[in-house]
């Protein structure tokens, strides 16, 4: 069983910061894509940053230069460091990973945390 819990999430004025993490644990053979996705009220939920194993990222053209995705191999941790935040920033803010639980071909699946709000207001 795979666990995703993430943590970091809170109330911050516009400008401020907020570090987001997302610890796996359970049973894990190996993991590759990690990411952040949000949801705002009333909107679809989208993608905001992911890195891959070997340390590639992409980001949503939105948070592009305010916010930085990395990761703790050795930890299974993901990280979102998020500065000069926006009231549009406002979301639900959850951590995927594509985890692969055996060595064994097609073993792989994505895991999701349960959340973190994060809110930006004055």
């Known amino acids: 069983q795979v666990q995703l819990v993430e943590s970091g999430g809170g109330l911050v004025q516009p400008g401020g910061s907020l570090r987001l993490s997302c610890a796996a644990s359970g049973s894990i053979f190996s993991i590759n894509a990690m990411g952040w996705f949000r949801q705002a009220p009333g909107k679809q939920r989208e993608l905001v940053a992911a890195i891959q194993s070997g340390g590639s990222t992409n980001y949503a053209d939105s948070v592009k230069g305010r916010f930085t995705i990395s990761r703790d191999n050795a930890k299974n941790t993901v990280y979102l460091q998020m500065n000069s935040l926006k009231p549009e920033d406002t979301a639900m803010y959850y951590c995927?990973?594509?985890?692969?639980?055996?060595?064994?071909?097609?073993?792989?699946?994505?895991?999701w945390g349960k959340g973190t709000l994060v809110t930006v207001s004055s």
């Open positions: 995927y990973a594509f985890i692969i639980t055996k060595p064994i071909k097609d073993s792989g699946m994505n895991y």
